[in-house]
């Protein structure tokens, strides 16, 4: 299994970023993947959830309104879309799916840096 993460990437404050999360080897419609970051000095912090199979999403509290996840089932890949970024979003961005109540399965991560 693998999740592979797009690049790293520099933001304007106010702009917004996409971060591509690509599954292989398991069925993608299978399992949900969450989203989490780790931002300097600060514990991972979780973001939300998405089940490719069905679309359907939750989001963590601190971030509805400005988050949005997708998956093109078409091309086993998640995405997540941050937006009105600002300084505080500056972190590494992870994919990950659990199997059974443990996530198993991790992307390599995304740094997304939100600088002017």
């Known amino acids: 299994v693998h999740l592979v993460q797009s690049g790293a990437e520099l933001r304007n404050p106010g702009a917004s970023v996409k971060v591509s999360c690509k599954a292989s080897g398991y069925t993608f419609t299978a399992y949900q993947i969450d989203w989490m970051r780790k931002a300097p000095g600060q514990g991972l912090e979780w973001m939300g959830r998405i089940h490719p199979g069905d679309g359907g999403t939750k989001y963590a509290q601190n971030f509805q309104g400005r988050v949005t996840f997708t998956a093109d089932t078409s091309t086993s890949t998640a995405y997540l879309e941050l937006s009105s970024l600002r300084s505080e979003d500056t972190a590494v961005y992870y994919c990950?799916?659990?199997?059974?109540?443990?996530?198993?399965?991790w992307g390599q991560g995304t740094q997304v840096t939100v600088s002017s």
């Open positions: 990950a799916v659990g199997v059974a109540g443990t996530y198993d399965w």
